[in-house]
């Protein structure tokens, strides 16, 4: 897997798709405790199609590479992170997807960076002050520590039953053990992925979201919001919300998915980001 290295950090990533792809290249956002696994299938139908998609992993908890350990990780830092990374590999008029805090991380780039996006997809994501939703607020104080989280994350690991509860990935998608086990690994294995983790996890708060949700009229460009509506944390209500926001805006309801609409229906998400460019 290819890799380049920051001022922030060293991101690997993946790229699908021609190089001479005639349609403006595609970079997808993960969120906490994922891994660029959870686009595969969405990337791979795209890339078939002719589109050019790039795929990082984000230093948000399942990555492998550490952090130096004199940057401080905060979702404003990460947006940098993103432009920077777009800089490194020249995308331009970048179509910016989003699911769950990777959602939240786009709304955060087309604020400070609207110039780098050229269109916006968001998957069921954080937005206004549902950041995060609970009972994931809990979660996100056990992820405060290094130590918490390497032993939060071993008994996942271990138990099953526990990793899909409602604390774990139950609510997120329909069971992906291999992947959610795999997306456990980095900070059961190396504990300075959990230290990455926990300053990011100390750094979020619901004010890096709410400002910028009084922001978002801004972006004038192509919006298009495809949504699992079977979600009990991002519901159908919130992404209303989103589509009353964006003066450009369009939601696709997925009747089957959850918030990982990328696994439940990747087959949408596909269909969705294709529409985007009409």
């Known amino acids: 897997m290819p890799q380049v290295t920051l001022a922030q950090a060293t991101i690997k990533y993946e790229v699908l798709g021609p190089e001479d792809s005639t349609y403006p290249p595609i970079l997808f956002i993960h969120g906490l405790c994922v891994d660029s696994r959870l686009w595969a299938e969405v990337a791979e139908t795209l890339a078939r199609s002719g589109f050019r998609c790039v795929m990082p992993t984000l230093p948000l908890g399942s990555h492998t590479i550490p952090v130096d350990d004199t940057v401080t ?93 409602p604390f774990g990935y139950d609510l997120l998608t329909d069971e992906y053990a291999h992947l959610t086990e795999a997306w456990f690994e980095p900070c059961r294995n190396d504990p300075r992925i959990c230290r990455d983790l926990a300053i990011l996890a100390r750094q979020i708060s619901v004010s890096d979201l709410v400002g910028v949700s009084t922001r978002l009229h801004k972006f004038d460009k192509p919006v298009v919001l495809v949504w699992g509506q079977r979600d009990r944390l991002f519901t159908p209500r919130l992404a209303r919300r989103l589509e009353a926001v964006f003066p450009n805006s369009k939601l696709i309801e997925v009747p089957n998915a959850r918030t990982f609409v990328p696994l439940d229906d990747p087959g949408a998400v596909s269909d969705a980001i294709v529409s985007a460019y009409a």
């Open 73 to 165: 990780l905060s979702f404003a830092g990460l947006a940098t992170l993103i432009r920077d990374f777009m800089d490194a590999l020249d995308l331009t008029d970048v179509t910016l997807v989003g699911s769950d805090t990777g959602g939240g991380l786009c709304q955060v780039v087309i604020d400070y960076y609207p110039e780098h996006v050229g269109r916006l997809v968001l998957a069921n994501c954080d937005a206004f002050e549902k950041f995060p939703p609970f009972p994931f607020t809990l979660s996100l104080e056990l992820m405060r520590g290094p130590i918490s989280i390497k032993t939060l994350f071993t008994v996942m690991r271990l138990v099953l039953p526990f990793r899909h509860s």
